[in-house]
Structures are given as C-alpha cells and as structure tokens.
C-alpha cells in the first residue's frame, strides 16, 4: 500500500507560480510510474502530468494545455512527486490530485492508477 499526500496548493493570481509537493509513505515510489491529475467543479477529472518509473529513464508528459508551463518531477530519496506549475490561468483552477501505478509506464487515464491522494486546492484568480 502506498499513501499519498498533496500539498502546496492555494490562492495565486493569473501568470503566478506554485509548486505542488506529493509526499508517499507506505511503500517507496522507485518502481511507480506518478502522476499528477486535476478536478474543477462540475467537471471531469482530467490528466496534467506524468512521470515514468526509473527504468524507463523518467519520461514524462502533458498534455497541450499545461505543456512548457507545468513540469513534473520525483525525488526518489525523498518519495516524493512535484509539481512546477508557471504561468498560471483561472482555468487551472482545480483540486489537484496525485497518483502511483504498479504498470510503471506513464498513463494518461485515471483507471490506470493504484493509489490516490486526496487533493489540494489550487486557484488562480484573474
């Protein structure tokens, strides 16, 4: 069993920055492939990031809508994922979740993850 804790979130306004920390415990993330998903109100949860596990050399991916402005992270030392969130919108506003797959390779579909945080609050303002 993995346990996953979100944290960093909060209130930033438009074009600002946050860093999103995803502490695990349970288990060490080496051989996880983690990633990083979103939830706005009302609507679908939807993939940002992701982040191979270390034999697949870390690949990571994004979709277009946070690519070459949010980047992810792992500290394996540490079991711990991060999130680098830039220039921030109001449509980033979400709770972000993190997540850890026993597959290892990245995936962008909910289904294909284990093990959930519970979330943290991120809100750009205009």
């Known amino acids: 069993q993995v346990q996953l804790v979100e944290s960093g979130g909060g209130l930033v306004q438009a074009g600002g920055s946050l860093r999103l920390s995803c502490a695990a415990s349970?288990?060490?993330?080496?051989?996880?492939?983690m990633a990083w998903f979103r939830q706005a109100p009302g609507k679908e949860r939807d993939f940002v990031a992701a982040?191979?596990?270390?034999?697949?050399?870390?690949?990571?991916y994004y979709p277009d809508s946070v690519k070459d402005r949010f980047t992810i992270s792992r500290d394996n030392n540490k079991n711990t994922l991060y999130l680098q969130m830039n220039s921030l919108k109001p449509e980033d506003t979400a709770v972000y979740y993190c997540?850890?797959?026993?597959?290892?390779?990245?995936?962008?579909?909910?289904?294909?993850?284990?093990?959930w945080g519970q979330g943290t609050q991120v809100t750009v303002s205009s």
């Open positions: 997540a850890a797959s026993n597959w290892g390779q990245i995936a962008t579909t909910d289904s294909k993850y284990d093990y």
């Open positions: 349970g288990r060490t993330i080496v051989g996880y492939a």
């Open positions: 982040i191979s596990w270390i034999g697949l050399g870390h690949n990571t």
